[in-house]
């Protein structure tokens, strides 16, 4: 079993509808979740954390969290054009990040 | 502004050319880490250093040397660099650890060994 698994996707929604990404890892003893925004050939751009079961949420984004289930996921409410990017989940193990492979965002106007 | 640079941006080198990637932070992290991402694969850790003179390795530390002389600076060597090792490289940086600490990402740097 791969540490973090997310839909590769294409996911495509059109303009002001909501995303949903998700993420699922396998060690239980995570304490700290990461959604990252990465546009094609840039860095990753930190987007939301997320330590405690339950919701989070900033501006348009909403990360949920469920230990007991390992689940993670991005909610992204009107969506624009230039959310349209991959998005990363990192999960931390002792010293390091584990990234899933990203989900691809196409959001069309 | 708060950052992690990175130099270069992009580099072509030949087989068995040592080279050296710089990575800065300002923000007084005490951790610093390189990854590297590929096609597929994904971002995977190369090394990481949890402060001064205290480095260690990640997932992928084959033919890859770090080190860590000052807080601020976490260098990637490549002593004799393959063409597998072409890749994109990210240094990151995190006040401390990466348990509860939000870790900051360089531009990046686009290696190519030719």
């Known amino acids: 079993q791969k540490e973090v698994e997310q839909n590769s996707g294409p996911l495509s929604v059109p303009e002001g509808a909501i995303a949903s990404l998700n993420c699922t890892y396998s060690d239980r003893v995570s304490q700290s979740f990461f959604w990252y925004r990465q546009y094609s050939g840039k860095s990753p751009e930190l987007i939301m954390s997320?330590?405690?079961?339950g919701d989070k949420e900033d501006g348009r984004f909403t990360a949920q969290l469920n230990k007991a289930s390992q689940y993670v996921s991005l909610l992204i409410r009107d969506s624009q054009p230039s959310d349209s990017a991959t998005y990363l989940c990192a999960v931390n193990r002792a010293t390091a990040l584990i990234f899933g492979k990203g989900t691809t965002l196409s959001v069309s106007s | 502004e708060a950052q992690v640079t990175q130099n270069p941006r992009y580099l072509i080198t030949v087989t068995g050319k040592k080279l050296t990637v710089t990575c800065s932070q300002n923000m007084n992290h005490e951790y610093m880490s390189w990854y590297r991402q590929d096609p597929g694969l994904g971002l995977r850790q190369i090394y990481y250093?949890?402060?001064?003179?205290?480095?260690d390795k990640g997932d992928v530390p084959e033919g890859y040397k770090v080190s860590r002389k000052e807080k601020r600076n976490f260098p990637l060597i490549l002593e004799s660099p393959s063409p597998n090792q072409t890749s994109l490289y990210f240094c990151a940086s995190s006040a401390r650890g990466t348990d509860y600490n939000e870790q900051f990402f360089g531009p990046g740097t686009r290696l190519t060994v030719l």
């Open positions: 250093s949890m402060n001064v003179e205290v480095t």
């Open positions: 997320i330590y405690s079961n």
